[in-house]
């Protein structure tokens, strides 16, 4: 059985939320503090399902990198009863800034796309892939970055699959951002993840190249049924790629629903002064382009407004 088709079966069902609903990610009453004053997670409460494709949007400081940091266990919530809490496939990441025992091996489950995209620049692209090996491989192995014959293999085939397999032994510095960027979500592929957090993944691309990125990200969830979380700055991205939106602004969820169902008046609620921003002629050229095949749109308790 190949990676993707075992990964997908084992999230096809998912884990059932307290309502009895499948949930991937289920968050309540989160609440983060950065000064006494500043709260930059305000009581967020949502869950996403298992398959959806989801864009976080907001102006900058909303908290759309601090949530996704939170889904992940990068960063504790607020200390004491008010800190709320994440459940990632139906177990407890953490709960009032306490992470849970467990909290590690289920970073093992999720693959973090970062937006300056965390490669080691003197390694070779292959060898950065393979990395995302090392969460299940005993450390002997690791030290002397000696992979497995067959690990190596499912490393070039996801190479493959994000369209650079001819980048594999190049050094990962001599790589474009875009190959960069592709790399890194290769690597989420050979971790066998079964989340996928990208954080701001295209901010720094091309147009060409960040509609190559968030092909390949639309390929993964749809074809592998693996759940992506995207946070854009572009919101076009959003509606043409995710059938769901997440807006945050300070800190709070603004509008949870149907990425088309974005009006330009919610956005300039949403954007304020940063509106004007976020529009690029190339992007809204691209939009009118035929959308790729989309994720499984949410419904029941996933439609509509936040949790």
């Known amino acids: 059985m190949t ?18 609903a499948p949930t991937a990610i289920e968050v309540r009453g989160l609440t ?19 398959g959806e494709m989801v864009a ?11 949530l996704l940091r939170h889904f992940s266990g990068l960063t504790g919530a607020d200390a004491g009863t008010e800190g709320g809490s994440v459940h990632v496939l139906g177990t407890p990441m953490q709960q009032d800034g306490r992470m849970a025992r467990d909290a590690r091996r289920m970073r093992g489950r999720i693959g973090f796309i970062f937006q300056q995209f965390n490669l080691v620049g003197r390694l070779s692209v292959l060898t950065n892939v ?15 970055r ?7 293999r499912q490393a070039l085939a996801a190479l493959a699959r994000v369209g650079i397999p001819e980048c594999a032994f190049q ?5 474009s951002g875009g190959q960069q960027q592709r790399a890194a979500i290769a690597r989420a592929l ?8 990208a954080d701001e993944p295209i901010a720094s691309l091309d147009p060409a190249s960040a509609r190559r990125v968030m092909d390949t990200l639309a390929d993964i969830n749809r074809a592998d049924g693996i759940t992506v979380v995207v946070s854009l700055h572009q919101v076009s ?26 009006s330009q008046e919610m956005l300039a609620d949403i954007y304020g002064a940063e509106l004007a921003d976020i529009t690029d002629d190339e992007v809204q050229e691209g939009q009118r382009r035929p959308p790729p095949p989309r994720g499984r749109r949410p419904t029941g308790a996933f439609a509509g407004a936040a949790v």
Request: hydrophobic content about 40%; overall charge positive.
């Open 3 to 20: 990676t993707a088709h075992s990964t997908a079966a084992r999230i096809a069902a998912g884990p059932l939320s307290n309502d009895g």
């Open 56 to 66: 976080l949007i907001g102006p900058s400081g909303s908290g759309k990198s601090t």
């Open 190 to 197: 050979v971790q066998r993840a079964e989340i996928i957090l």
């Open 130 to 144: 393979l990395t995302g090996t090392l969460g299940r491989m005993p450390l002997w192995r690791s030290l002397p």
């Open 171 to 175: 050094r990962a510095s001599t790589l």
């Open 146 to 152: 000696r992979f497995p014959v067959e690990d190596q």
């Open 32 to 50: 983060k503090s950065f000064t006494p004053a500043r709260r930059a997670l305000d009581g967020v409460s949502l869950r996403i399902a298992p």
């Open 237 to 262: 991205y959003a509606r043409r790629y995710c059938p769901r939106t997440i807006a945050l602004k300070a800190g709070r969820i603004v509008f949870d629903g149907p990425s088309d169902a974005l």
